[in-house]
Each structure stands twice: as structure tokens, then as C-alpha cells.
């Protein structure tokens, strides 16, 4: 019986903490990382970013489920996650988030002083980012600014210095870009909800099939920005064709939203993901 209960509490917090979201920002963080180190750095580095990276989005996460424990309650879409149903109490939410975060800050300073310095500046944007969609439509940009802290923090856990930052600046505006897109994608299937609970997101502001215009706007410009790169920086004929795919997952997920968007925000994106870590390590010189 012991472990019975102890393997439900464990599906319980693995519900709750999403690890597998993990897939949108890992591969931008190693992309981050390689742009710098132009190779695979030592294994220990490797260890420390995913561990940190695991911190840090456990925390993100434990954190948004937190602040949007009430609105969950209210969404029939999001009922039945494990604070609004009741199968776990708000002081183990908090005791995942704390942990995670000392996981996340000590991988930080394990690695350089300077990630230990800026390592509360990710958290800060994704304690924010909840209240946006409270306040303005703008909220998906603040997500993507959010996000887009892992291609730099994977630089600079090479780097360990802020000197010289500008080279992962293409990957970094393709975040931003990237995500708040595909957070609109994501936002269409709270349409009514949001309009109903006066939230701010595009869809309900401006009805989906605007929206998921917009996004593709989006997803136009965050692919101009992976060309750029690849121009620049990664110019090769094998990078190219990972550059091409990229654009057919973008053009896929767009075909699709409107119909599917659930697979269009997580399948989708997460291939997308990996793809440009593989455009990174096939260009690298």
C-alpha cells in the first residue's frame, strides 16, 4: 500500500511539474552554449546546464501553476490539473519550487559566478509573466522574452562573461518570437474562457483567426532570424537543409493550428526545438 501511494504521489508532482516541457527550452539552451564553444564542452558542463535548466523550468512551472491556481479552478480546459482538483496541496507546491530552486542556483554558481548573479532574473521573468495576462494583451511577448533566457544563459555558461554576448543575439530574438507565437497558438483553446474571465490574450481580444495570423507573422519573422544566423554565422549546406526543415515545421504547424491546435503547440514545437539545436551543430566551424 506504502508504495502504492508513494508511486501516486510520484505521477502526481510529475504532473504537476511538466518536466517534459522541458523539450521547448533545452534545446535552445545547448544551442546557446554551442554557438559559443563552437564544440561539445566537458561533460561536467553538460551535467550542470541540464541540471539547471531542469531547476529552473520546475521552478517556472510550480510557479505559474501557483499564481493561476484560482483561474484554474474556473477553466474547464485546465480543471483538472492537480491544484484546482485537490490532489495536491499548495505546501507541496511550494516545497517542488523551492527545492528546484536550489537546484537551479546552485547548478548556476557551480558553474560561474556571473550565472549565479543573473540567476535570478529568469525566475523574476516567469513570476511576471501569469499577472501579464491580467493586465495586457501583451502577456505572449512576455512569455517569449522569458523563454528566450535560454539560448542566453547556455552561452553564457560557456562564456561566463557577458563580453561578446551580441553572438547568440539571432537565436535569442528567435525566441522571443518563436514562443510568443506559439503561446497565441495555445491561447486559442481559452478563447472564450479569457473573453469570458476579461483575460488578455489575442484570441480573445482579436478572435482566433487573427490571432493565429498574427502568430504566423511572428513565426515569419523568428524564421528571418535563423536565416540570419545561418548566414552569418553557421553558413553550411548541410545547416541549410536543417534551415528548411525548420521552415516546413513552422509552415506544418500553422496549416494545423486552427484544427489541432494542441499539436500544433506541443508536438510540433517540440521537434521544432531540436531542429534548431541541429542546425547549430551542423554549422558550427
Known sequence: ???????????????FIKLEHTIFSLPLIFAGLLLYTHGWPRARLIVLVILAAAGGR????????????????RNPRTQARELPRGVMRHAEAWLIVILAGLLYIGSAAAIAPVCLWLSPIPVALFVIYPYLKRWTVWSHAGLGLAWSMAPLGGWLAGAKQLSGVGEVGWLWLFSVLWVSGFDVIYATMDEAFDRSERLHSLPARLGRRRALQLAAVEHALAFACLALLWRQQLYSPVAFIWLVGIGLMFVWQHAVAERRPAFAFFQ??????????????TGMR
Do not use: K, P, S
Open 268 to 281: 510540433l514545437n517540440g521537434v521544432l526545438g531540436f531542429l534548431v539545436l541541429g542546425l547549430v551543430i
Open 58 to 73: 520546475i521552478t517556472a512551472m510550480g510557479l505559474n501553476r501557483l499564481i493561476d491556481a484560482e483561474i484554474d479552478a
Open 1 to 15: 500500500m506504502t508504495m502504492t501511494l508513494t508511486a501516486q504521489r510520484l505521477r502526481t508532482y510529475a504532473g
